[in-house]
Nanobody
Framework: HVQLVESGGGSVQAGGSLNLSCAVS????????MGWFRQAPGKEREGVCV????????YYHDSVKGRFTISKDAAKNVLYLQMNILKPEDTAMYYC???????????????WGQGTQVTVS
């Protein structure tokens, strides 16, 4: 039973920062990539960034480059998303995902968390 649990969302003012975490449990086989995705009301889910689990290489959506940083703690099996200089357009439900395609922001992932809300005013 694979479980991904996000935390760290909240409400901040524009220009502020948040650090999201995603704890992964029950995963017993290796996978190539993990990622963060977001979905705003009335919009489709979009990829924010992905990280190659073994190499640590990263890939970002143009809208968050230079502001967001994805990282992982392999020992703790935790995925992070440090979000700086937040903008109102970053407001969305943020989801972490595991076991999906690398090198793109496709949402074709096998495992998903329940999401954590980020609101920027």
């Amino acid at each position: 039973h694979v479980q991904l649990v996000e935390s760290g969302g909240g409400s901040v003012q524009a220009g502020g920062s948040l650090n999201l975490s995603c704890a992964v449990s029950g995963y017993t086989r290796s996978y190539n990539c993990m990622g963060w995705f977001r979905q705003a009301p009335g919009k489709e889910r979009e990829g924010v960034c992905v990280i190659y689990v073994k190499s640590g290489n990263t890939y970002y959506h143009d809208s968050v480059k230079g502001r967001f940083t994805i990282s992982k703690d392999a020992a703790k099996n935790v995925l992070y998303l440090q979000m700086n200089i937040l903008k109102p357009e970053d407001t969305a439900m943020y989801y972490c995902a595991a076991d999906g395609p690398c090198g793109s922001l496709s949402a074709d992932y096998n495992y998903w968390g329940q999401g954590t809300q980020v609101t920027v005013s």
